[in-house]
């Protein structure tokens, strides 16, 4: 795990050279060293992703200027160096991410004539891709952001893993292609402007975090998940080679658990690869034991889990948390969480995160726990929910899609109703509206669901935020099998891909820590997206219980809590100085997310933006 960046520009003659047809291939010095010190204010920028290491590296005609910072888990010796160059240089790549199937595709390639200086899994993608060329993303298991660079074409290609783990920010100015693991440090090279972007702002006001491809800084994107890029002589294309598929097949139960049971051992044991130890962490909830359960089983090693404690008992998982690793042997340890110690950690979490968010704090938390009792690697459950129907919505929405279809037959009286009335409506009630104003799309119910502020409340506050009207926002349908499916698909699109993934990444990484997600593995996805919804997302998470029979029946009782933390006590106490920006008096700030996500956003854009 690691930071990546670059700077990609179309060679520039030395303007001495013009009468001298040798010197053609040369560039002007100071073009190189100033390129050289944009290149290591990204990597400063990077340095707490890779703490263990860092590189830079020119290719032979200064086209591509490479970056790398490293957090060593795999090959720890210097063999794993990045950027790393292979046939004298004609191939380099920065790299951030792991690969699990490595070992098996470096046997491939042994057998194909292919010879290997390291043991990395960086040399595998490398190697791959000088062998199969943009196939190459195909055979990949794991979680990765990387960009290569060909000397001989004088072209690069770069791609993000199929779920979207890991983060690869790009800006096309000019001619020139920059890119980076964070936008700080896109931001810190100087070639960007410091500009708010409206769309992200709206889509962060809408959903609590900035969808992607946008981000909220004007004219940086984000390379959608599941998608590569190539770029040549300043000129990029984007082709996506990966899409969420439930193509049903029919299973009996029993043969549905099995299937479930086999890829989830796959999954853990590939998650499991390392060469550091790896803990878990652990909330006590159902996602989270089983990877505890299996993991302890899988590993030769006794398995180290963290949890986050609070003092009222109302929000407290560390009882349940102890007891699930009482049970499995782990060897524990948790953070117990007072008002004034999430005060100081919640001023370091503004000053680390990379964009806006409405969540992460939790996992910056545990994260910084981990890190500081020696852990490099740890595995979360993230996904659980989104793929065996934890979570409220998939009751919720096709409830919300039926009223809203019945009140659509009166949306004559209704949508001037609802615009006489909009103001005295409650927050919530606002949402509702809307998505009873759009009854045939389910994206626009999941919206209404998850949102913070109302459509209009979201573009008002846009307007006034970054004083400039954004552009509307087009949303675009699932379409599976079954609605089920297709709230799946939206769980894991949107709310997983450009939240709680993206929020993971930045908060363990921001401690020198590897987060990984082993429910959220492609191979496992597509091993598993067979089951017909009537079986794998029966809800609460039916599946994934009968497939774990280890989880002890005190925790599959036990009501569903959700890992958060008591922010709306603490914004009525200690936190009560914490003041959000004036809105205008139609615009409420309760419930506490919209004040939170008002703080957030106010303090990310006196910090970044100009």
Request: proline share 5%.
């Amino acid at each position: 795990m690691c930071g990546i960046a670059g700077i990609l520009s179309p060679k520039t003659p030395d303007p001495t050279s013009a009468n001298n047809p040798e010197l053609e291939a040369t560039l002007d010095p100071s073009v190189i060293k100033d390129r050289a010190s944009k290149l290591k204010a990204m990597q400063d920028a990077l340095v707490h992703r890779g703490p263990d290491d860092k590189g830079a590296l020119f290719s032979k005609s200064y086209q591509a200027a490479l970056t790398h910072t490293r957090l060593s888990i795999i090959d720890l010796t210097d063999g794993g160096h990045q950027p790393m160059s292979a046939q004298d240089q004609r191939y380099i790549i920065t790299f951030n991410g792991e690969i699990y199937n490595y070992k098996k595709l470096r046997t491939q390639l042994e057998l194909e004539g292919e010879k290997f200086e390291s043991s990395s899994d960086t040399e595998v993608i490398l190697k791959l891709y000088i062998n199969k060329g943009p196939a190459c993303v195909h055979l990949l298991r794991g979680m990765f952001a990387f960009l290569i660079w060909d000397e001989q074409e004088q072209k690069a290609f770069a791609a993000r893993d199929a779920l979207g783990i890991k983060p690869f920010y790009y800006l096309k100015q000019d001619d020139s292609f920059i890119f980076a693991s964070e936008i700080r440090a896109i931001l810190a090279s100087g070639f960007s402007s410091r500009k708010i972007s409206s769309r992200g702002v709206l889509s962060y006001l809408l959903k609590g975090t900035v969808a992607e491809p946008d981000t909220a800084i004007k004219n940086i994107k984000m390379l959608p998940a599941g998608t590569y890029l190539t770029w040549k002589a300043g000129k990029t294309k984007l082709h996506r080679y990966w899409n969420l598929d439930f193509t049903v097949q029919h299973f009996s139960h029993t043969k549905a658990i099995e299937i479930t049971r086999t890829a989830l051992e796959h999954t853990i044991r590939a998650h499991l690869v390392s060469d550091v130890p790896v803990g878990v962490f652990l909330s006590g909830g159902i996602d989270s034991t089983a990877l505890v359960a299996i993991a302890s089983r899988l590993s030769k090693k006794q398995i180290n889990t963290y949890s986050i404690a609070f003092e009222n008992p109302e929000w407290n998982e560390g009882d349940i948390a102890r007891r699930v690793a009482k049970h499995f042997g782990t060897k524990h340890t948790e953070l117990l969480i007072t008002p004034e110690i999430a005060k100081s950690l919640f001023k370091q979490f503004l000053n680390d995160i990379d964009q806006p968010t409405i969540d992460g704090f939790n996992t910056y938390c545990v994260s910084k726990l981990a890190s500081e009792h020696g852990e490099k690697v740890v595995l979360s459950g993230l996904g659980g929910d989104e793929l065996f129907a934890g979570y409220k919505s998939f009751s919720m929405l096709p409830e919300m899609m039926r009223k809203s279809h019945t009140l659509s037959k009166l949306e004559f009286i209704i949508k001037p109703l609802s615009k006489v009335l909009y103001r005295v409506l409650s927050p919530r009630a606002r949402r509702i509206s809307d998505a009873i104003n759009n009854s045939a799309s389910l994206t626009a119910a999941h919206q209404s669901l998850r949102g913070i502020f109302s459509i209009s409340e979201a573009y008002e506050l846009t307007n006034i935020i970054c004083k400039k009207a954004p552009k509307e926002i087009v949303i675009s349908e699932p379409n599976h099998p079954s609605d089920a499916d297709n709230i799946s698909h939206l769980e894991l699109s949107t709310y997983l891909r450009n939240q709680l993934l993206r929020d993971s990444d930045v908060a363990s990484m921001a401690w020198g820590l590897e987060l990984r997600v082993p429910f959220i593995d492609r191979v496992f996805i597509e091993q598993i997206s067979a089951i017909p919804a009537d079986l794998r997302l029966q809800q609460g998470k039916k599946m994934l219980i009968d497939c774990v029979p280890e989880l002890p029946s005190w925790v599959v009782e036990r009501p569903k809590q959700g890992f958060r933390f008591p922010f709306d006590e603490w914004f009525e106490s200690s936190w009560q100085e914490m003041t959000a920006p004036a809105t205008p008096k139609w615009i409420p700030l309760k419930p506490w997310y919209r004040r939170w996500s008002l703080i957030v956003l106010n303090d990310w854009k006196a910090r970044h933006v100009r």
